[in-house]
DNA sequence: CCCCGTTATGCAACTAGTTGCACAACCGTC
DNA sequence: GACGGTTGTGCAACTAGTTGCATAACGGGG
């Protein structure tokens, strides 16, 4: 129930369209609320259906032509409401650490490899955030929209940070680790692996 | 594509009964991928009819009886397939920090009772997982096994420490913001907010 | 002029996860 | 011995997000 919301706060930091939003969920608001070209088109038909955004008028309104939506009152109280709505934390989920519970069962091997590949990943998009930090953010500048916008990219530095450490510690502990297989004591009846 | 992995780990570690099973991922494996007990008997359902698992032979297989499964070898070869496939890390989504970011255009009016609430719930699973840490880790338990599971728990700690760090730094700024509605220049025309 | 790549918009089907409810057995109690 | 709460199992419908593809305009190059 956020995307509508997330394309609501875009249209009303700069009016666009649907491809402008598209380009600018591949970097900013994207950076924690993903979103494809299709479910920003899908959602922009919705939202003005609901009279939350309007189109502004273009000259030849035709297929595969720009069409820019501003958002109205209505979208803009209906994103306040829900900015101050209570919201409970949804439940966690994490593939990668899902997948090193699975190796303590069935082993490590091929995990390192894609941990390191993950490793990789976490400094590139770190350093990206650190860029945007030092351009957008120099120190001085602090008009409250400035210092909100700064803490949600402080929030993306930091888990960046977190990742890279946490996988650097894990794949230290890999290479300290016996074998590629930790099976020592088989808890279960040990069902014929050969078939 | 994860809960049915998820399920053939927690098999592995022990057969277990479709309720067994929801009791163990409200605790433990629920950390970092929580399901449902209708995901769950679903799954089960699918894991078994593709020859993964099967149903341990019981007195009366008679509906509301319990039915533990456990892991067939060709189970147990799909999830170690798996564990070592590359996979990308899935797009972030954060609803905090999109309520947050839109707080920057309509006001943090609402918000900042919610941040506090969810600090209070960061810092309660962080006392939790250390609880966790201190019961089931102690210091010398290092088997392969031990020290793979312990690194996920260590996900979890220090993911939440992050997370009460970010969140009691983000109040404080709440509390030297000027106003409620950090409104001071507005971009857009400023449609009409009182219809 | 036609082919082709790029830009821009959009529909339809699929997948995974959530919500709501139903059904049966068991177990204590009034 | 019927009543109501708890335990255990399960289906069906819904929602949100993903994947795959379709359509149209525009702008070179051969």
Redesign the pocket.
């Known amino acids: 129930?956020?995307?509508p919301h997330a394309i609501l706060t875009a249209l009303l930091e700069k009016p666009s369209?649907?491809?402008?939003l598209?380009r600018r969920f591949d970097k900013s608001i994207g950076y924690f609320w993903?979103?494809?070209?299709?479910?920003i088109?899908?959602e922009?038909?919705r939202l003005e259906g609901e009279g939350h955004i309007r189109a502004l008028p273009a000259e030849?309104p035709?297929?595969?032509?720009?069409?820019?939506y501003e958002v109205l009152p209505a979208g803009r109280a209906e994103l306040a409401r829900w900015t101050a709505a209570a919201q409970d934390p949804?439940?966690q989920?994490d593939v990668l650490l899902l997948r090193l519970r699975a190796a303590a069962v069935v082993g490590t091997e091929g995990l390192e490899a894609d941990l390191r590949r993950h490793l990789e990943l976490h400094r590139r998009q770190l350093s990206e955030y650190e860029e945007i930090e030092r351009r957008d953010f120099p120190p001085g500048r602090d008009a409250p929209q400035d210092r909100l916008r700064h803490l949600v990219l402080r929030a993306g530095i930091d888990l960046e940070t977190f990742w890279t450490r946490w996988l650097t510690h894990a794949l230290e502990e890999f290479a300290e680790l016996p074998g590629a297989a930790p099976e020592a004591q088989p808890r279960e009846p040990a069902p014929d692996t050969s078939g």
Chains 1, 2 share one sequence.
């Open positions: 129930m956020s995307l369209s649907g491809l402008e598209t993903s979103a494809t070209h299709q479910q088109y899908r922009l038909g030849q035709a297929r595969g032509q720009k069409k820019r949804k439940p989920r």
